[in-house]
């Protein structure tokens, strides 16, 4: 099945997450509000080695990005003490949003001899908004040089 | 714009929910993963005020709802102590999955004279599988009735 | 054994959570940090009903309670669509911080006939600081008049 | 002040967490209960270093560790995008419970010239009990070992 694989170009970046007890609910499984905190954990650190750290973004421009849309299919559940790998890549740019394709993808085996199982993916739309009013503000073209 | 406005019907069954420190974040408004558990919330008491209880299905069945996919549209942000209204309101029945559509309302003002404002809007597909196996399965007759 | 019974005097003040998806893990109980949560819901609900409200005061006096120490005791696990009452009452109060003993206690059985059940206790103190600076302040004599 | 200052040994096992914006709460700071789950990371950590997977563990023996008591000091606040050092110590080992000394620590500095902060510390005792019964059982002697 299609969903089987990760679609995720071979240049996404790349971010390794543990699934803690935190993590978890009764099903077994990890609670599916939880892998959107993954996506971002993957978000930030695509962005904080491009060189933009938000709070310092924050403080300087006055300005942040918020999430304006989520799209996130579930294939398949992460377990406890799974080692999970998180990628992000951006899909589409616009003046004012961006919008990032993100996959969750489940290490294989303790060998790692398996490709990486897709567990879920998402589409993630951030609009950049002026942090008190939240009026959506035309994205800094530093900020669209870095990430393109 | 039409996205101030609820499309929730009137019959959609409406619960309470009230925002604390929990579920903000330093933007100083509500964590947008938050908002899924708000809509989950309503949900279960949808589905409790109906009669039926997921724990008590799980032990009976061997089986439970499992969410497949999410589709969330962010419009305004709440903050703390924010009065909401969440929404539920059957959208299409299959044989092993629901769509339910969702919105987070802000209730406007001490007085209440306003109507009630969008700030999110979600559709959530839910999937009955086998507990342990997480298989799809056939959701029972019974739970359909139900819900319709 | 006396960890059976719930300590907290008739008057102290109670508000009800029920349990869902997101506060359990995959231990099939209630994920022991989620209990602060609800102990905090208590509060804020105990301090509105007194007529303060946190968002309102951080914005009139630029300061705010911040938790200095937790001291909880873990008795039994809560579960999915258990129904708790959890309890709040002023156990110590000094000039910059307050203390605030608080239960979790489980709704027993369907016709309520049993005393609720202690699950866990906890001791909260809570310093008033202020809200860019956390420097502790000194509490305004008008909240510590309603606490008491 | 004393509080200044880590207590935890040189030997103490150590792990670093970054926070993002789940971690954070409106105030501007990471959520207390957040702390908790950051120490439970180290620990976890600590236990997988020393060969001990909880899923494993509770696969094989049926039994698991669960958090009885927690007991934690809050000196200073850590905010958006900062780098932590979480510590893990064995405090004390019992027949059915261990006690575990746990700090969180601020990196401080771009050039790591000054010692970590301390910003919270914490005692949690975990109960080594029944997987389904929850009863305190004695935890296996090749679990102590590997601890000690």
Same mark, same amino acid.
Request: with cysteine; net charge neutral; charged share 20%.
């Given at each position: 099945? /299609?969903?089987?694989? #990760?679609?995720?170009?071979? /240049?996404?970046?790349?971010?390794?997450?543990?699934?803690?007890?935190?993590?978890?609910?009764?099903?077994? +499984?990890?609670?599916?509000? %939880?892998?959107?905190?993954?996506?971002?954990?993957?978000?930030?650190?695509?962005?904080?080695?491009?060189? +933009? *750290?938000? #709070?310092?973004?924050?403080? !300087?421009?006055?300005?942040?990005?918020? &999430?304006?849309?989520? %799209? &996130? !299919?579930?294939?398949?559940? $992460?377990?406890?003490?799974?080692?999970?790998?998180?990628?992000? $890549?951006?899909?589409?740019?616009?003046? *004012?949003?961006?919008?990032? $394709?993100?996959?969750?993808?489940?290490?294989?085996?303790?060998?790692? *001899?398996?490709?990486?199982?897709?567990?879920? $993916?998402?589409?993630?739309?951030?609009?950049?908004?002026? *942090?008190?009013?939240?009026?959506?503000?035309? +994205?800094?073209? /530093?900020?669209?040089?870095?990430?393109?």
């Amino acid at each position: 099945m /299609s969903q089987d694989h #990760s679609t995720a170009s071979l /240049s996404a970046f790349r971010w390794p997450v543990r699934v803690y007890w935190e993590d978890t609910d009764a099903g077994g +499984i990890v609670f599916y509000a %939880n892998y959107l905190k993954f996506m971002e954990r993957a978000r930030t650190e695509w962005l904080r080695q491009a060189g +933009i *750290a938000q #709070s310092t973004l924050k403080e !300087q421009s006055g300005c942040m990005f918020v &999430v304006s849309a989520t %799209n &996130v !299919q579930y294939h398949r559940p $992460a377990r406890l003490d799974d080692e999970l790998i998180i990628t992000a $890549a951006m899909e589409q740019t616009g003046r *004012a949003s961006i919008s990032i $394709a993100q996959e969750v993808l489940l290490v294989n085996g303790a060998d790692r *001899a398996q490709a990486p199982q897709l567990l879920c $993916a998402g589409q993630i739309r951030l609009g950049w908004v002026h *942090a008190e009013t939240f009026k959506p503000m035309r +994205i800094p073209s /530093s900020i669209l040089e870095v990430l393109k």
